[in-house]
């Protein structure tokens, strides 16, 4: 990990990471944001990992904005996405999140704000997974089961 608050020149990077680079530690990561005079900070988590949501209410009580498509904070520990969501709610700090399904389609937010205007769901069908997709329409004799898991 390097961070750096006046930029990495990329004229000399490799030098730049030679020189400063550290362990990669998401709390000093953090810290580091939120020393800075940066208004409006936000970090975008990208991964498919744990570790960044077990970090999300520590850099949200720093005043870090988060914005991801990562999944494991609304399926891991409850108490956890619960005291995330509660902190949402209670400050000026945002936490989105927007996963994708059907085709890459940004089928939660739109539900969302369908219901947040007034509108009803009567039901939803469907097989929103492209993978799942691909899994029971190529499940069948002759082929084991983990490797048409595997392939998608």
Avoid at 2 to 15: A, C, D, F, T, Y
Avoid at 62 to 86: F, H, Q
Avoid at 113 to 142: C, P
């Amino acid at each position: 990990m390097m961070v750096s608050e006046g930029g990495i020149n990329l004229e000399n990077w490799r030098q730049e990471w030679a020189d400063n680079k550290q362990p990669a530690d998401l709390t000093a990561f953090g810290n580091s944001l939120a020393s800075g005079y940066i208004p409006n900070l936000a970090i975008i988590d990208c991964t498919a990992s744990d570790a960044p949501p077990a970090h999300y209410l520590e850099w949200m009580g720093k005043g870090i904005n988060i914005i991801t498509p990562n999944k494991k904070l609304g399926s891991g520990p409850l108490d956890r996405y619960l005291a995330v969501r509660n902190l949402q709610r209670e400050s000026y700090i945002h936490f989105f999140y927007e996963g994708t399904v059907g085709a890459g389609l940004p089928i939660i937010g739109t539900l969302k704000h369908l219901l947040e205007t007034g509108d009803k769901a009567q039901r939803v069908e469907g097989i929103f997974s492209g993978t799942l997709s691909y899994i029971f329409n190529s499940f069948g004799a002759g082929r084991p089961f983990s490797e048409i898991v595997a392939e998608a």
